[in-house]
Structure formats: C-alpha cells, structure tokens
C-alpha cells in the first residue's frame, strides 16, 4: 500500500448501499473494517468519552475501533489514591462501554513507577516499607483492581516502562526494594487474579538495541519461571525523525522470536519538530515559537510527509499481521492528544489519525476509499 497525496476535500462518509427486501441500507465503512481480521484497531479514551460526554469522538469510536484502552482511569493514583480506598466509578464507565459496544477492551496499567501514589512505597514516616510490605500492597491491588473486571478485560498492561535504553532496569522504587522480583511478582498476581485474561509487558523506545536485548530477556526470565507472558506492548511514540522504520521492524521480529504477540500501543506521531532545547538557549520567545510552528494549520508540504510516514508504519504492521495482534492510537482527535501544550504550554500538534474536526487523516481516508470501491 502505497501513499499519494489526497485532496484535502472533507471526506463524505457515506458508503456501499445493499439492497434487502425492498429496503436500503446504509453502512459507514471504519478503519476497523479495511483492517478487518488481521488484528484489532483500537483508541485510547479518556474519561469524556468513556462516560458518553464527548459524542463527537465517540461517533468515531463506534464506527472505526473494535478495541479501546483506558488512557488514565485505570492507572494506580487513579484507581486506589490512598490506600485501601478504591475509586472505579471511571473505569466502571470505560469497561461498560466496551461491553456494550462488543469491544475487546484492554486495561492500562497495574504497575507503573509513574502516575502511583507515594503511599505505595513509603510508611507512616516517610520511609520505604519493607520488601514484604510492597509485595502485599502490589498483590491488593493487582488481585482486587483485576478481579472486578475479571472476564470483561481481554487483555492487561501489566508492567509498565521497567527497562530503559542499555537494557537495564529502570530505577523506580519497585526496583529499589523489591529489585527484579517486582516484575515476575505483578504477572503471576495478575494471572492469579484472571487466569484467563492476556498478559503484557509494555514500553516505549522499543526500536533501541539496548531496550530491545533487555525485554527479550525479560520474556525470557518470566517464561523459565513459568509465568505467562501474551504480547509485548511497543509504544508508538513517534516523530518525523525516530524511530527508524528498519530498527522498529527487528524489534517487532525479535520479540516475536521469543514466542510472544506484538501490539503496536500508544501510537501517535508529531507533525512538529522534535524539541530539543540546549542549556545555553538565552532567547525563550525565540525557542517556544520554533516549538510552535504550526499554530493554525499544517502546511501542505508537512502533511503530506506525516501521512506518507503514518503510511508506511500501517504497512508495516499490516506485513507483520501474523505476530501483530492490535495497533491502538493514544486518543481520538488531534485536540485529545498529550502532545498539545509539551514541552511548552500553547503548543499545537497533529499527531493522531483524525482531525480536529473528526475527519480522517489522509492515508486513513485512503484505505477507506480503496476498500469502498472493491
């Protein structure tokens, strides 16, 4: 599948007719149909349209993912702010849509060092608790947050961001008390708690050598222990200029090796230059406005280039449709997107496959397109 540049007239949405007793009918073919069973399609949703708030988005939902992710509802100072006190009236919400939309519906995340609470470390003082403490309080929350969806979730994110770009671990407080046992520790809780849902291990920067050699090991160390591991979840975090499509490529092939599925997670890619601010930058104004390029629109030239790299991404994972399970956008919208106001406050980006306005991006409305006239 090849891009080419697409005028930029909105996109009519309106589809095959099929004739049925005397009457017609009218479907709205989605991404999720052009991809159909090669693997799942899905969006991360954040509290708005998880709760039906944000109709607009969720009119794009229905129509074009079969698979949605908590984007923060389900995370640790979320879900259990102090300790012994659980709060799922969110993440109620987002399971329930799912169910009621026949999604696979997957929760992010059990173990993260970010986005947790203090109290999950420390005591009444202040210090760190003890390696047997952090284990009972990783086994609550595991057991108690998987067990109420237990046989709704598909699939968990597990752990969390554990290894960092030489291969070694992260040096979170996980780490730090309970050191490499924290990790084989949240995946035989979380089987425990759900032996049948799907187990993964998630991460971003997965096209670098270092990180990549590091979760292969882990794969490893968690199947001689007899743990089961389901998918590694690669973060699709990128830019005009990272990841290399060849190295994201022999990461995908190499976690593969090990027995294991690949999702494509958390994918977005910035329309705007990667910020990189050196220490002896005097002029603020100068660099805030060099961040913030495109405050009212992508230049023809520029968007052309982000869907020819979207593009051949999605030819990628569909290449590799027999290890890639699900590719999952980190949000609906241009205006959901985290990558707005970051680093600066005021900056605007376009990374997601639809627009401000709801529209398909252009390679996205190229496939629709294509699959219509088939």
Aim: with cysteine.
């Amino acid at each position: 599948m090849k891009f080419k540049h697409l005028a930029t007239a909105s996109f009519c949405g309106i589809l095959a007719a099929a004739c049925a007793g005397g009457t017609t009918q009218t479907k709205e073919i989605g991404l999720k149909d052009v991809v159909g069973n090669k693997f799942l399609v899905g969006a991360a949703l954040n509290v708005r349209q998880s709760s039906g708030a944000d109709t607009s988005s969720l009119k794009i939902v229905k129509r074009h993912f079969n698979s949605i992710v908590a984007e923060n509802c389900m995370k640790s100072e979320e879900i259990q702010p102090r300790e012994g006190e659980f709060f799922f009236d969110e993440a109620d919400k987002f399971v329930n849509f799912g169910i009621e939309n026949n999604m696979s519906i997957i929760g992010h995340c059990l173990i993260w060092h970010s986005q947790c609470p203090d109290w999950f470390f420390t005591d009444d003082k202040g210090n760190n608790v003890s390696p047997e403490i952090l284990r009972q309080r990783m086994k609550t929350h595991i057991s108690t947050v998987v067990g109420r969806y237990k046989g709704k979730i598909k699939g968990w994110d597990v752990v969390n961001e554990a290894i960092v770009e030489d291969g070694s671990y992260r040096k979170s407080k996980f780490y730090e008390i309970l050191g490499e046992e924290f990790i084989p520790l949240a995946f035989q809780y979380a089987h425990e708690a759900d032996p049948d849902a799907e187990l993964y291990y998630n991460d971003y920067g997965m096209n670098v050598k270092g990180r990549r050699e590091g979760v292969v090991k882990l794969i490893r160390s968690l199947k001689e222990k007899g743990l089961r591991i389901d998918a590694v979840g690669m973060q699709g975090h990128m830019g005009m200029d990272y990841p290399d499509i060849k190295e994201f490529e022999e990461s995908m092939l190499a976690f593969a090796a090990e027995g294991v599925k690949v999702m494509i997670t958390e994918w977005d890619m910035s329309a705007l230059p990667t910020a990189r601010q050196s220490a002896n930058i005097s002029d603020t104004v100068a660099f805030r406005k060099s961040l913030n390029p495109y405050p009212d629109a992508l230049p023809d030239s520029v968007n052309t280039a982000w869907n020819k790299r979207m593009d051949e991404f999605f030819t990628l994972f569909e290449k590799h449709s027999d290890i890639v399970t699900r590719v999952t956008a980190w949000g609906v919208s241009d205006g959901d997107s985290w990558k707005n106001d970051f680093p600066v406050r005021g900056r605007k980006d376009y990374p997601l496959l639809f627009d401000r306005n709801y529209q398909p991006k252009d390679f996205i409305r190229k496939m629709i397109e294509e699959k219509d006239n088939n």
